[in-house]
């Protein structure tokens, strides 16, 4: 979820009392906000919000349905997920591709800092960052060339 987004406000409360009930359901029920985890987002290919995984011994599926405290409850009594089809091998958040896409969303949020810090700690023109990282890309490609 993100504090921002309207789909996630509204199912905000729905959340909390399914969270509630995790006991009585013998599941554990938690949220990440994807602003402050974006390594996650990348990793579990995170394209809209919110998205709701389930996760058990170790595979994961995608939940898609209706985002009803009863609803959210009966795919675990019910036992629901099972007939859901787990996210494929290369897609799953444990594989070594979504390691390496989470790398490279922790990856941008290092290089957008660094452009804070250019831009408003040290109070450089935009455009003079936009360079400097241009010119640290290509210096980069060089080296990793020779």
Known sequence: ?????PA???IELIWESFAKESE?????????????????TGRFFVTTLPTIYHANDGVFRRYRGSRTLEDLQGYVLERK???VEPV??????????MHGMAGLF??????????NYLTGTLGIHVWISYAIFILATL???LLLGL
Do not use: F, N
């Open 81 to 83: 997920w099972e007939a």
């Open 24 to 40: 009585r359901l013998d599941i554990t029920v938690g949220k990440v906000d994807v602003t402050q985890e974006p390594g996650l």
């Open 8 to 10: 996630c406000q509204q």
């Open 88 to 97: 494929a091998g290369w897609k799953s958040p444990s594989s070594i591709m």
């Open 139 to 141: 210096l980069i490609g």
């Open 106 to 115: 922790h990856l941008s949020g290092w290089i957008r800092q660094i452009h």
């Open 1 to 5: 979820y993100a504090p921002w987004c």
